[in-house]
Structures are given as C-alpha cells and as structure tokens.
C-alpha cells in the first residue's frame, strides 16, 4: 500500500521537534497497548535529554516524515553501531497507521543501514503484538531470541570499580572498550554511545580488568527515562565481556554505581541467546520485568561471535 500523497519525508529532525515527537510516541504506543487489551496504560513523554541522545546517536538515520499540514505524521530512529544496524522507537500518528507509512518507514531505514555498510539489522517489538509481528516479518524480518529485562532492586553495593576518566582518561578507555567488542564480534563499535553518554551526562561505563586487560564493560544511563519522573533506575545498554565471570564483575560495578546514583534498581536488558548469563542474573536476584522480541532481517542476522556481546535495541 502506498502512503497519502501528502505525506513528505525523510527528513532529519531537530531539537525543536522533540515535543511533537514526544506527542506522537505517547499517543502511539498507548493506542498499541490498548489494542492489546491493556486498558488504563498511558505511555508518558520521553526526557527530552533522552530524545536527545537517540537523535545524536542515529545521525543522519534520524528519519521524521510530516503531514500536509507540517505536523509528524512518523518517525524512525535508525542506529548503527559499525555493522550493527537496529530501528527504534519508530511510530506513526494512530489516526495514520493502516496507510501504508509504516512499511514506507521500515524499509527506508532497512534501505539506509544497508547502504551504510550494516551486515545485521533489526528491531524490538513486544511478542503479544502479533500485528506488529507479522508487519515485520511481511517486511523480511524473522523472529530471534526474547529480550527480557531483568531487574534487582539496590539497597548497599561493593566498590564500584573503573568508570570512565578513572585510567587517564577517557579517549583511551573507549577505544579499549571499542577494541575488545571488535575482538568478540567484529565490525562493532559502540564508541559514539559511550562518547554522547557523558557528553549529555546521561550516565557512565563501568569497566572490569584482569590483570591490567579490559575484560568487560557495560554502558549504563542513570537520568530518567521518562520526562518528570525522579531518578529512580539505572538501565544497561551495552554490555561486552569476555566471560561469565566478567558480566559477575560488572553486575558488582553496575550495581554499586546504582546506589551511588541514588537509583532504586538495575535494570538489564538480556537476550536469552545468552542462556548462562541470564541464569546468572536470576541467581543474583533479578526478577523478570518485561519482554520483548528480537527480529533481524533474513539475510543480515546477528552472528554468534564470542563471548558476550548485549546489545540492547531500545532507548
């Protein structure tokens, strides 16, 4: 189906859009879940700061398409992290979807990773939704591993360990941390997240050695999530390590960093590819929090790599 001709796009957004699209992502994704049957839920605004921060880490893949009027009828935040490309959020006005916009957006966004060097692509989606599931796989993509958030609750922690700027610096330390990701799965880089991170003082690294080596880190952001709200979870968006015993070592750092932010809880994004990883956290007192499925285009998967390279597909 092809979308209204009034319809024009893409365009890269700017700061002064993020109210519009703050309205269209609540208005989405709350008509979402009251399709499934989740009456009552209201789906608040995003921090400006973290819309900021999805804007600047997609770049030109940043993509908003406007209604005759010059209102955002859409928008696809399209993130590529060396050849790892994944959208989200992406939404269209309810009031829109069923008009062909949405494949228009999908593909225009699988089109550019493509064209910028990505060998996986993909996308969340909540696995109760099978509308959106078989839109996607419609669209090529094939269903993966859940993504289960996992949380603890932080009451007292332990050292916190190695942030960034704690070894001389932290140009040095992101180009470690982009060196052992290239070693564990080649061709990702996650170093424009940890770089617009502290730039936007959304949050920190933590980071584990042995014997002198980076073994592990895990990008955390710690301001809220949603607009208004108190300071209350820090939530992991990367996290690479050698080992299990590393990912031990970092929940340690995670969690105590956690407390010195005053957040209430750690939340951990773990796809459950990584079956040990994930036993690992429940045997430390994570819970199950929410679910959601991972989707990766036929032909440009997720490798298998080495060791533990999480990634989460979320804002």
């Not at 973290?50 to 935040?77: S, T």
């Amino acid at each position: 189906m092809r979308p209204d001709r009034g319809l024009s796009g893409p365009e890269r957004p700017t700061l002064r859009d993020i109210q519009a699209l703050n309205r269209v992502f609540s208005e989405a994704f709350t008509d979402r879940y009251l399709r499934d049957g989740l009456a009552g839920v209201r789906v608040p605004f995003l921090n400006p700061l973290v819309w900021r921060y999805a804007m600047e880490d997609a770049g030109d893949g940043a993509m908003i398409w406007r209604d005759a009027d010059g209102q955002i009828a859409g928008f696809n935040m399209v993130h590529l992290s060396g050849v790892e490309g994944w959208m989200g959020p992406l939404a269209v006005r309810p009031e829109l979807q069923g008009r062909g916009l949405g494949s228009v957006m999908v593909r225009e966004g699988m089109d550019w990773l493509r064209g910028e060097g990505a060998t996986m692509i993909g996308l969340e989606t909540m696995p109760r939704t099978v509308e959106n599931i078989g839109f996607y796989s419609r669209l090529g993509l094939v269903p993966g591993p859940l993504t289960i958030t996992l949380v603890r609750d932080v009451v007292v922690a332990g050292s916190q360990g190695e942030g960034l700027d704690d070894a001389g610096g932290s140009t040095a330390q992101i180009e470690e941390c982009r060196l052992l990701t290239a070693r564990l799965q080649p061709g990702v880089d996650y170093s424009r997240e940890l770089l617009i991170t502290r730039e936007l003082s959304l949050g920190d690294a933590s980071l584990v050695r042995r014997n002198g080596e980076l073994a592990g880190f895990a990008l955390w952001h710690s301001a809220p999530l949603a607009a208004g709200r108190p300071r209350d979870e820090l939530r992991v968006l990367k996290l690479v390590a050698t080992d299990l015993e590393a990912v031990h070592s970092l929940a340690d750092g995670v969690e105590a960093a956690a407390v010195r932010e005053q957040a209430r809880r750690v939340a951990v994004r773990c796809q459950t590819n990584y079956r040990d990883v994930y036993r690992a956290l429940m045997q430390r007192g994570y819970r199950v929090h929410w679910t959601d499925l991972r989707m990766t285009l036929y032909d440009a998967p997720e490798p298998a790599g080495q060791g533990i390279v999480m990634s989460n597909w979320e804002i």
